[in-house]
């Protein structure tokens, strides 16, 4: 398995609601990201796991929420979003943080 | 942190070899350079990473001056399907206080 996979592929949420996105890779891979990605932009880096352990955070709003329970797996738990935050979010995965990441298809977001 | 800078779009046509410049004055001892490609609505894609000189895959060349202040990837008779969004990174593992960011990238768009 040579992919990174993400679930939902789209997302329609309130702002009082509470969402999670998933991310899976069984390639062995130890680093994990997630980033955020606006219409026409590039991606935004909103967080690093480096073997299961949370290394960068990049003062992302606190209604974002990040868990990795295991090596295979990567959660972005969401809460009372603002509509500005309607995105896509990408998820990649490298086999150490040294390496090239692999790109989960990403999840389209919309906050109403 | 190294910032890149690219061309905001290119044009060719199908069959010509296309060459996209990335600067990058203010890279450090530790950086690599590495190149992405992203299509619409989908996750970016590893296409070659390098450190000096040139470096060739089965898709891409780089090509990396010795002061290191640039980079050309080099596509060969491009196709209608290598449209896409070419990123330029450049920086050490994310682990660190370097960190991988995207530049703007460049929109290409290859003509029939």
């Known amino acids: 398995d040579t992919e990174v996979t993400q679930t939902p592929k789209h997302l329609v949420m309130g702002m009082t609601n509470k969402k999670s996105l998933k991310c899976e890779q069984h390639?062995?891979?130890?680093?994990m990201y997630w980033y955020k990605q606006k219409a026409k932009k590039p991606p935004e880096l909103m967080f690093v796991?480096?073997?299961?352990?949370?290394?960068i955070n990049e003062s992302v709003p606190s209604r974002f929420s990040p868990e990795c329970p295991n090596s295979s797996l990567l959660n972005l738990h969401l809460h009372a979003l603002q509509p500005e935050d309607s995105a896509l979010y990408l998820c990649?995965?490298?086999?150490?943080?040294?390496?090239?990441?692999?790109f989960g298809p990403g999840t389209r977001l919309t906050v109403l | 942190l190294a910032k890149t800078t690219q061309p905001i779009s290119m044009d060719s046509y199908e069959g010509q070899e296309v060459n996209i410049t990335c600067s990058h004055n203010?890279?450090?001892?530790?950086?690599?350079i590495t190149w992405y490609q992203q299509f619409p609505s989908q996750g970016p894609r590893f296409i070659i990473q390098?450190?000096?000189t040139k470096v060739t895959n089965e898709v891409a060349s780089l090509f990396i001056p010795a002061d290191r202040k640039s980079s050309t990837l080099s596509l060969p008779r491009v196709s209608l399907s290598d449209t896409a969004v070419y990123y330029c990174?450049?920086?050490?593992?994310?682990?660190?206080?370097?960190?991988?960011?995207f530049g703007k990238g460049t929109r290409l768009h290859i003509l029939p």
């Open positions: 390639m062995g891979h130890r680093a």
């Open positions: 203010n890279i450090a001892t530790n950086d690599y």
């Open positions: 990649a995965s490298s086999r150490t943080p040294d390496n090239e990441q692999f």
């Open positions: 990174l450049v920086g050490d593992t994310p682990n660190r206080d370097d960190k991988i960011i």
């Open positions: 390098g450190y000096k």
């Open positions: 796991y480096s073997y299961e352990k949370l290394s």
